[in-house]
């Protein structure tokens, strides 16, 4: 007789594929062969946060996942991500050298590792235990690294995506060289937050990359927009994902030319927009004017009270027999007003999913708003709570609920940190 308890493992592995979270530990406790079945899945992604960090005491307090690792090599075999999103000190600037030994020795023995994340300033620690991974695809790193540090980073060389925040002049100086070792993979590339990266060092790298797909080139100070997209529609002209800066200073009269995105296969356009003046809308307006194929628009501003200019909506164009329709916008750290979002919501009907301020108080007015978005299934809150003085108002059950029902294929609502789905129109959080 066939029970529970004894599948073959390799169908309970593809029923706990579809479990995560704390379900995966729950699962883990229930028998011994559901313990063996749940394994793979538990171990497949290992992540050490703040909340950890805080908790993390050798010996007496929270045992770090990589101290786990090290004890039981067996384990790390099933491990495919590892991302590190915070680390432990015991002073000011002092990371707990157990922590750092842990991980380096947990690192060296997860041979399976496809995706490596490490945002603290940790890394010159374990890039000898990142050495040898053939497996290797993904690499997300703050790259303050020294000359000698960067020449065992470019020994890896099977990656398809690689980011670098806060890199060095070293890792900058020598991308143009790795750029050679990675042409064959590297398909996404993120620079963040560097003072290195200008015009000429773009121009020298994209002809190196022909396979590049995604190009995100964020608070480089040195590059501003119009340089980089000249590079990238030059170099990189099959891109599919693009994201960069504008910044606060406006090339002289003499050599403003206002920029277009001249990139046939783009769907993806993401702008972190610094300037708050009325001429920053007629550069962004010129940005749009050859963009007839994008799915995806980010707009993120450097002021939570400064209205979205009508002038940047007006040019989101509507669907049209040579336009692919809009299925995600987001407009972070801006003002919306109701009857802007009315106008959004008449330019893209096909919205699947928006991502601005809620207005709390007046969400009965947004609600109408949106109602002529017949696909529109996600609603994001990215209004920050701490953005004014005093208590912010917060979305209420009967405000979600009424939302759903005016918008008859809203399934999801994402607001103040709390999810809200739709099940057979019974609402639940």
Not at 3 to 17: G, K, R, S
Not at 81 to 97: E, S
Not at 286 to 299: A, D, P, R, W
Not at 422 to 428: A, D, K, P
Request: aromatic share 6%; proline share 6%; charged share 15%.
């Amino acid at each position: 007789m066939v029970t529970a308890d004894n599948l073959n493992l390799d169908v309970l592995e593809l029923i706990f594929a579809f479990i995560s979270g704390n379900d995966l530990v729950a699962v883990s406790s229930v028998s011994k062969s559901f313990l063996a079945g749940v394994i793979p899945c538990l171990y497949a992604t290992v992540s050490f946060t703040a909340k950890h960090a805080k908790r993390y005491r050798p010996g007496g307090g929270i045992m770090s996942p990589f101290l786990t690792l090290r004890n039981h090599p067996d384990l790390a075999v099933h491990v495919r991500y590892l991302d590190i999103h915070c680390a432990p000190f015991i002073a000011v600037g002092q990371v707990h050298p157990n922590f750092l030994s842990e991980t380096a020795d947990a690192l060296q023995v997860c041979k399976n590792l496809t995706s490596f994340v490490c945002e603290p300033r940790i890394l010159p620690a374990l890039l000898g235990s990142l050495q040898g991974k053939e497996r290797l695809q993904n690499v997300h790193i703050y790259a303050a690294l020294t000359t000698m540090q960067g020449e065992m980073l470019q020994k890896i060389t099977t990656l398809r995506s690689l980011t670098l925040d806060y890199p060095t002049w070293n890792v900058v100086d020598l991308l143009t060289r790795w750029a050679q070792s990675l042409q064959r993979t590297l398909s996404h590339l993120t620079i963040f937050m560097s003072q290195e990266v200008n015009g000429i060092f773009l121009e020298a790298l994209l002809p190196l990359l022909p396979r590049l797909r995604g190009l995100h080139i964020i608070g480089c100070s040195k590059a501003p927009h119009t340089v980089v997209i000249k590079a990238a529609t030059t170099h990189t002209p099959s891109l599919k994902e693009f994201s960069f800066t504008i910044f606060e200073n406006t090339p002289p009269p003499s050599l403003f030319c206002l920029p277009t995105i001249t990139l046939p296969s783009l769907r993806h356009l993401a702008i972190d927009v610094r300037p708050t003046s009325d001429v920053t809308a007629v550069t962004m307006s010129s940005l749009f004017v050859s963009l007839t194929s994008l799915s995806t628009l980010v707009l993120k501003f450097a002021d939570r009270q400064l209205p979205v200019w009508s002038s940047v909506i007006d040019l989101i164009a509507p669907p049209s027999t040579v336009t692919v329709p809009l299925k995600r916008l987001a407009l972070i750290d801006c003002a919306v007003s109701i009857d802007m979002v009315g106008k959004l919501s008449s330019r893209c009907k096909d919205l699947e999913m928006l991502e601005i301020p809620l207005p709390i108080k007046d969400i009965r007015a947004f609600t109408t708003a949106i109602s002529s978005l017949k696909e529109l299934h996600t609603l994001t809150d990215v209004g920050d709570a701490h953005a004014s003085h005093g208590p912010r108002a917060t979305l209420a059950r009967n405000d979600v609920r009424y939302m759903m029902q005016a918008c008859g294929n809203l399934k999801t609502i994402v607001s103040d940190g709390r999810m809200w789905t739709v099940n057979s129109r019974i609402l639940l959080w």
